[in-house]
């Protein structure tokens, strides 16, 4: 098998992984079709079930898989210019999605279309451009000054701290985490020339199977560490998912340029900042009073809470990416 993928040419080996990845969603697909037609119709029961309420969550969960398989595909096949938008897009729907539940006011508004239509576009053209010393400190540094600089010519000084505070993390959690993931197709690493979707793909199989087992362990435990904020975080579920994502990370080291000792080392990284990433992003939830991005579950954008399901990425990619050019020198 491993001298079969050797014999294969870059092109060729991420096309077998995404018919892997499109084969497995089709059956997972299939799988929730069936279970869905065992449930009893909608208009038959007053409300829906337990086993009603997952399944609903399950096909969510596929959906927006879906959407985001799709979009790597197009993004790999279609070049780096068409990667970098097709992410940039994905940053102006997540963006859109946590301003919703922020509220605005007139003196906002300029900010606003700064964040929406300058800076963002910015951001990914420094990514595209491969300026990547600019584009770590742009927002940091730059968008920092001129965020509330536009905001205080706005002559609006009602909760003015509260009101740029909560654009500047939108814009750091939607278009600064974001952004580091296509800045890692293009990293220059010797001997790995057109095979660095398999580091994006290694990096979010690592965070999101992280997430995936801290969740399932917590159903056993009790007494979460911050209960009004998360019921799934416990110190033992969180050890259980970051080392999933570990091992996971040590045993994918083949597909990546790292040694499987420093893939698990990358790997345990990724998944400590995505699962406190995703804390963080609950903290905002309840803070705001609602469990998804979008009301009743369902986004503003259509895409039933993209942001939820992204969130973690949002946290891991810019320490992902900056450990890795780091450690390796890039």
Known sequence: MTSFLRSLTPDQQVSLLFVVLFGLLTLATGVTLAMSLREKHPTEMPEPTRRGLKLQDYQSLLRTSWMMALVFWLAWAAGQGVATSLFALVSFLILREFISLSPTRRG?????LLAFFIVLPLQYLLVW???FDLFTVFIPVYVFLAIPTVGALGNDPHRFLE?????QWGIM???YGMSHVPALLLLDFPGFDGKMAFLVFFLVLVVQTAMLVQHVVAHRLSQPVAPAISQSFHWRSWAAGVMAGGLLGAA???FTPFKPLPAMAMALVAAMAGSFGHLVMKAIKRDRGVTHWGSAGRSVTGANGLLDRVDALCFAAPVFFHSVRWKFGL
Do not use: I, P, Q, W
């Not at 906002?108 to 606003?112: E, I, N, P, V």
């Not at 009101?163 to 654009?167: D, E, G, I, M, V």
């Open 108 to 112: 906002d508004h300029r900010s606003l």
């Open 163 to 167: 009101r740029n505070a909560k654009l």
């Open 252 to 254: 994918l080291a083949g």
């Open 129 to 131: 451009t491969e300026h």
């Open 173 to 175: 959690v939607c278009v």
